[in-house]
């Protein structure tokens, strides 16, 4: 059973589903650990072009891990690490909303609430730094990814097509100064 690389898929994105506080994005460092450098199933360029894909294709940017099933074990690996990754989580939710209200108010929901928004921001944070990491990002990933953040703090319904436009327009500007 160690070796049945769909049983290891289902062990590694199990437990992240059911942590994901936060989502997707939430998840996406512990994800390029045990994909890159726990079991070798791609290089960390490889992640990164994985990673930009199931970000530019539309849905949840969660279905990284349908790629990466994809890659691992084919069409089959896909299936298995999407609901791997979907199913206990949605369980989990499912019983958890069930109750929840039931106790709405009470100093402990209170306190459960705020305390797992940090968290839940740290995690993502703590992803948006292993994407950076890997991908071998510069000065000017970060002052894009900084000033984008900026916007849409600024402007939460501003459309993120024109952040895409524009970060996509500075680096070209960039680029076609340095040739």
């Known amino acids: 059973m160690r070796d049945n690389i769909l049983w290891t898929l289902m062990v590694v994105f199990v437990p992240f589903s059911l942590v994901s506080i936060g989502g997707g994005p939430s998840i996406f460092a512990g994800i390029q650990h045990q994909s890159v450098e726990v079991y070798h199933w791609v290089s960390a360029r490889e992640f990164v072009d994985l990673f930009a894909i199931a970000r530019a294709a539309p849905g949840p940017g969660s279905m990284l891990v349908t790629l990466l099933g994809w890659k691992v074990a084919g069409w089959t690996g896909a299936v298995v690490a999407t609901l791997a990754l979907f199913i206990p989580s949605s369980l989990l939710c499912y019983g958890v909303t069930k109750m929840w209200n039931h106790y709405r108010g009470r100093h402990w929901h209170t306190a459960l609430e705020n305390g797992l928004a940090p968290i839940g921001a740290g995690l993502i944070l703590a992803g948006v730094f292993a994407i950076f990491r890997i991908a071998g990002a510069g000065v000017l990933s970060w002052i894009?990814?900084?000033?984008?953040?900026?916007?849409?703090?600024?402007?939460?319904?501003l459309n993120p097509l024109v952040l895409l436009a524009g970060g996509a327009s500075v680096f070209v500007i960039w680029h076609g100064t340095l040739q």
């Open 144 to 157: 894009v990814a900084g000033v984008s953040a900026a916007i849409l703090a600024w402007r939460p319904k």
